[in-house]
């Protein structure tokens, strides 16, 4: 139980770092660009879906993202964070927040690492693999730009 909040504690913070790039995600479905699925919208799935221009799981995302989102979480300064949909692509910079991120069994949405942090958490399962942004001062802004994450701690 310690492990998850102090998990928690390190997540929630670095959740505001990826509000910023929160300004120009996409959100599948929201065609009227407000980053909210509406029933008219899964409608409109559905009906593509159903013309054959939607795929079964692209309509499955659709509908989990209307059903489940958007989720609004306080961080422990009091601050909002909103997220529109599923993060499936985390970036760590803070090298202190890689453990807690395996502890919660998230390592698969890591893709990408410090050298820092591949030095320092070797032996964290398949950190190794993970593509190199830098040193955790010498950040490559432009390699995390390029990747798309989700979200960036």
Known sequence: MRWKSFAMMIACPALM??????QGIDIPGDNDGNKIVSTQEVAAAEKLAQE??????E?????????????TITDSANRTVMIYKPITSII????????????????????????????????????????????????DVEKIIDLKPDIVF
């Not at 770092?17 to 929160?22: E, Q, V, W």
């Not at 760590?92 to 690492?113: C, F, H, M, N, R």
């Open 92 to 139: 760590i910079q803070l090298t202190s927040a890689y453990e807690p991120i395996w502890v919660l069994g998230a390592q698969d949405k890591v893709i990408a690492v410090t050298t820092t942090a591949q030095e320092e958490y070797s032996w964290l399962p398949g950190i190794m693999e993970k593509a190199p942004v830098g040193a955790y001062k010498d950040i």
């Open 59 to 71: 309509l499955q995302e659709i509908k989990h993202i209307h059903e489940k989102y958007p989720i």
């Open 52 to 57: 054959g221009k939607l795929s079964a799981d």
């Open 17 to 22: 770092i990826g509000s910023a790039f929160a």
